[in-house]
C-alpha cells in the first residue's frame, strides 16, 4: 500500500523559509517522477516543482523553490525560500511514473500540508 506522507507546513511572514517534507511507504521515490503541487482556497490545484532526472520548476517559485530527493530517506523536500501571501494554500507531494505537470496525471497523493504566509 502507497502512502505519502507531508509535513513541514506553517505559517511564516512573508521573506521568510519553509522546508517541507514527504515521505513514501510501499514504492521508491527514485523510480518515479515526484512533484509537489499546491491549492489556494477557492482556486485550481497548480504545479510547482516535480523531479525525477532533473528538477522542473513552474514559474511562480524558480529561483525561489528547490525539490531534492534523498534516496535513503525515501523523502523528497521542496525548500520554499523569500516567500510571499500568494504562496499560501495546501501543499501537496504526488508521485506518478512518467513526468508530468498536470495534476490529473499523477497516481499517488499525500494528505497535504497548509503553508501561510502573511504579509
Do not use: H
Amino acid at each position: 500500500q502507497v502512502q505519502l506522507i507531508e509535513s513541514g507546513g506553517g505559517l511564516v511572514q512573508a521573506g521568510g523559509s519553509l522546508r517541507l517534507s514527504c515521505a513514501a511507504s510501499g514504492l521508491t521515490f527514485a523510480n518515479y517522477a515526484v512533484a509537489w503541487f499546491r491549492q489556494a482556497p477557492g482556486k485550481e490545484r497548480e504545479f510547482v516543482a516535480m523531479l525525477r532526472f532533473s528538477d522542473y520548476y513552474a514559474e511562480s517559485v524558480q529561483g525561489r523553490f528547490t525539490i531534492s530527493r534523498d534516496n535513503a530517506k525515501n523523502t523528497v523536500y521542496l525548500q520554499m525560500n523569500s516567500l510571499n501571501p500568494e504562496d499560501t494554500g495546501v501543499y501537496y507531494c504526488a508521485v506518478n511514473a512518467a513526468q508530468s505537470i498536470r495534476p490529473a496525471d499523477y497516481n499517488f497523493w499525500g494528505q497535504g500540508t497548509q503553508v501561510t504566509v502573511s504579509s
